[in-house]
């Protein structure tokens, strides 16, 4: 029977030996305790004052990497600066949009109706000019003209009755000179084409007048 209070015999170490952790170098101006050498590659503990009598403000540390608020409140002002300023641009941008499309309906209404005036007045005065019958107005005047030659040219007489129709005539003439004349006058050179603004009244032999009857 083994004894319970016989000693465990040690465990061989492995062969090489027991690995050793890496540890961080001695910190720069902290000096040793004295005395006591410090253990290879094992710093001083921040805060821990290695030598007596040294206060442990005279201890360097490590420089601090600074609160996190420090870091997010500056990137989220500026994120809410440029969502501002990308907001305002989108509002501007839409408000000229809208006032572009505004004002190009209000001129797309304006030249609209312009056109419908513009056909309007085209229709009343084709409708105008087709009422005014100048060509009929002009066979009236020819009608009458060679009525009174026709007349003086067939007669000679020179007194009475005879002077009366032919005087009746030349009115009759005249007025269907008068008549054209007025009627051709509201048309310009373009409406009326070929038909004349006024009859000539400087033709030989001169229109409507008693001078086509020779004595």
Not at 12 to 30: C, E, K, L, N
Not at 79 to 105: F, M, N, P
Request: contains cysteine; glycine residues 8%; aromatic residues 6%.
């Amino acid at each position: 029977m083994s004894d319970p209070f016989r000693p465990v015999d040690p465990v061989p170490p492995p062969p090489g030996g027991y690995p050793t952790a890496p540890y961080p170098a001695q910190q720069p101006g902290v000096p040793p305790q004295p005395g006591l050498a410090p253990q290879p590659g094992l710093a001083p503990q921040p805060g821990f004052s290695p030598q007596p009598g040294v206060p442990q403000s005279a201890v360097p540390r490590p420089p601090s990497a600074g609160h996190p608020l420090k870091v997010v409140v500056p990137l989220a002002v500026v994120a809410v600066v440029l969502a501002l300023a990308t907001g305002a641009t989108w509002w501007k941008g839409s408000q000229d949009a809208d006032r572009s499309s505004r004002e190009l309906s209000t001129l797309d209404a304006a030249h609209r109706a312009h056109a419908d005036r513009v056909e309007q007045f085209r229709t009343s005065l084709q409708t105008r000019y087709a009422a005014a019958d100048l060509g009929g107005k002009m066979a009236t005047f020819h009608s009458k003209d060679d009525a009174l030659v026709n007349y003086w040219a067939g007669t000679t007489a020179k007194t009475g009755d005879d002077l009366r129709k032919g005087a009746e005539l030349e009115a009759d003439c005249m007025a269907a000179v008068v008549d054209y004349d007025h009627a051709a006058a509201a048309f310009s050179d373009e409406i009326r084409g070929t038909q004349p603004k006024q009859i000539d009244m400087t033709a030989n032999p001169v229109p409507c007048l008693v001078s086509h009857w020779v004595p």
